[in-house]
């Protein structure tokens, strides 16, 4: 089974990940969002859906997020699940950004699975979603299996290979933030075993080994972690270019701010201007793929992708080492 899943947040972090899958029996998936790559494209080395299943090859992917308003522009998700069930093994149906009444949320998770399951019959899917989107306490996760249950035919509910949880994590400002609650967290994995269905926390990211194994011991299956691999790049630029480039952070600090990415990650007293590291450490990610942070950054840095690639691959060997008797 697969324990961790990892967001492709730069060609370098699914380069390590591919590597790592090739030598170890631990794999690792990938849960691509639809901003990150989609049927038109999307910030992560300009790949679209059929360009990044062609590069992983037979790599697990699950599409992380599909579902209306996930996407660069606001849409109803629909074309975006057609290209997914061409070339993802798993679609996330997630409606609950923009439907968080439960009836409704239901209501579209039901019409996304059969409109998927219409296009490919062996399709499988994750449902719930993150608490920092939608949250639900172990009695909705409960209510939300038992619907899909009824209003789905056997066979396309038996397709339900993983549903969200939530322990009272989320992220903010590069930190896991708010209360872990492992009742919480062992009820609502009571609840989700009751169907046979696999568990999957989202926002794994910052957080001790020591407390996902503690999570895997309550009985968690499996684990996302996204925006930890691209702060880890970006760190190995800023700590570069504060050593060797100084010349170079203006220009990188002001592509990052330029870009916008940071403000859903930040608090409304978040001054830019005066927390210029920590602007760049929450979303240079996002601009690893523009032509001029390449021409005008990383260009001028030697080696530097040798650098990402070992924090990138120390950080997979402590999770892997972490959960390995």
């Known amino acids: 089974m697969i324990k961790y899943f990892i967001g492709p947040m730069s060609k370098n972090v699914v380069d390590c990940v591919i590597s790592h899958n090739l030598r170890s029996n631990n794999k690792i998936g990938f849960i691509p969002s639809r901003r990150q790559v989609s049927y038109d494209g999307g910030y992560v080395n300009n790949w679209n859906t059929e ?3 062609n590069y992983v090859k037979d790599s ?3 599409r992380d997020h599909a579902g209306p308003g996930q996407g660069t522009n606001d849409d109803d998700g629909y074309l975006s699940l057609s290209y997914d069930c061409k070339f993802f093994d ?3 149906i997630d409606p609950w950004k923009k439907h968080p009444d439960f009836e409704t949320g239901v209501n579209w998770t039901v019409e996304m699975i059969n409109f998927c399951s219409e296009r490919d019959p062996k399709i499988l899917f994750e449902v719930g979603t993150e608490e920092s989107i939608r949250a639900f306490d172990p009695e909705e996760v409960s209510m939300l299996l038992r619907k899909l249950k009824s209003k789905l035919d056997s066979d396309r509910f038996k397709r339900i290979k993983y549903c969200v949880i939530q322990s009272g994590t989320s992220l903010r400002e590069n930190h896991n933030t708010g209360q872990y609650d492992s009742d919480r967290l062992a009820r609502m994995i009571d609840s989700v075993k009751e169907y046979d269905i696999l568990t999957k926390e989202h926002n794994g990211d910052y957080l001790p080994v ?3 194994k503690h999570k895997f011991n309550l009985g968690l299956d499996c684990i996302n972690i996204a925006p930890e691999f691209g702060q880890i790049e970006t ?3 800023l700590e ?3 050593k060797n480039y100084p ?3 203006e220009k990188y600090w002001d592509l990052c701010y330029k870009s916008k990415k940071w403000t859903k990650w930040v608090s409304s007293d978040f001054d830019p201007t005066l927390k210029k590291d920590e602007l760049i450490n929450i979303c240079g990610h996002y601009i690893l793929s523009d032509q001029d942070f390449i021409n005008g950054v990383k260009s001028k840095m030697e080696n530097i992708d040798h650098l990402i690639n070992n924090k990138i691959n120390d950080k997979i060997k ?4 972490g959960i390995t008797p």
């Open 240 to 242: 570069t270019i504060t």
């Open 90 to 92: 798993v679609v996330h």
């Open 60 to 62: 697990f992917i699950v």
């Open 318 to 321: 402590e999770l892997i080492d």
């Open 247 to 249: 010349d170079l952070f």
């Open 210 to 212: 020591d407390l996902i």
């Open 51 to 53: 360009s990044f299943r």
């Open 235 to 237: 760190s190995a630029y």
